[in-house]
Nanobody, 119 residues
Framework: QVQLVESGGGLVQAGGSLRLSCAAS????????MGWFRQAPGKEREFVTA????????FYADSVKGRFTISRDNTKNTVYLQMNSLKPEDTAVYYC????????????WGQGTQVTVSS
């Protein structure tokens, strides 16, 4: 089992920045990839970004490229999401997720943290 706890959400004005954190505990050595997803009211959950624990390869949704940056601190078992130039359409609950096997999606999810961007 892997437990994930997100933090860092809040209310910010358009153009502002926020940094989300996702602290992993438990069988973290089994983690292959860590991702961030988001779900806005009335919409389906969507992929935002991901990073492989080993090698640090990163992946981004087109909607956030150039504005969001994912990073990891292996010593702290923590993944970060730096969000700059935020837009009202970035408003959503952001979820951290962990995948343990390549190509098998994500096995563990955090409880989510609310990000609200005002115009």
């Amino acid at each position: 089992q892997v437990q994930l706890v997100e933090s860092g959400g809040g209310l910010v004005q358009a153009g502002g920045s926020l940094r989300l954190s996702c602290a992993a505990s438990g069988r973290t050595f089994s983690s292959y990839i860590m991702g961030w997803f988001r779900q806005a009211p009335g919409k389906e959950r969507e992929f935002v970004t991901a990073i492989r624990w080993s090698g640090g390869n990163t992946f981004y949704a087109d909607s956030v490229k150039g504005r969001f940056t994912i990073s990891r601190d292996n010593t702290k078992n923590t993944v970060y999401l730096q969000m700059n130039s935020l837009k009202p359409e970035d408003t959503a609950v952001y979820y951290c997720a962990c995948g343990t096997t390549a190509g098998n999606g994500y096995d563990y999810w955090g409880q989510g943290t609310q990000v609200t961007v005002s115009s």
